[in-house]
């Protein structure tokens, strides 16, 4: 039985790392509509307490996950999650 592996997308909110699809910025259009979409469809989840959206995350489960750390700082801590601490935030106080 694998262990579930969570990333830390900010201010304490995990997301788990299997169920993860893309990992991108929020700027252009498709993006845009895709929030918009997650809107509409009620699979939107807000994880940015009230921060601007600077990654915005997608999920196999057609979840659209708004964060407000860099898309690098997610992707980073997805492909070092087995050599770092996970559950640390060091990003949150920059961000605000």
């Given at each position: 039985m694998s262990a579930l592996k969570l990333i830390n997308i900010g201010f304490g909110n995990m997301v788990s790392a299997s169920r993860i699809i893309a990992i991108v910025s929020p700027e252009s259009a498709p993006?845009?509509?895709?929030?918009?979409?997650?809107?509409?469809?009620?699979?939107?989840?807000?994880?940015?307490?009230?921060?601007?959206?600077?990654?915005v995350i997608i999920a196999d489960s057609g979840h659209?996950?708004?964060s407000a750390i860099q898309p690098e700082t997610v992707a980073n801590r997805f492909v070092e999650q087995g050599k770092t601490n996970i559950f640390n935030d060091p990003e949150a106080e920059e961000n605000e």
């Open positions: 993006i845009k509509r895709i929030i918009q979409d997650g809107k509409d469809t009620g699979r939107l989840i807000d994880a940015t307490f009230g921060r601007r959206t600077r990654a659209v996950i708004l």
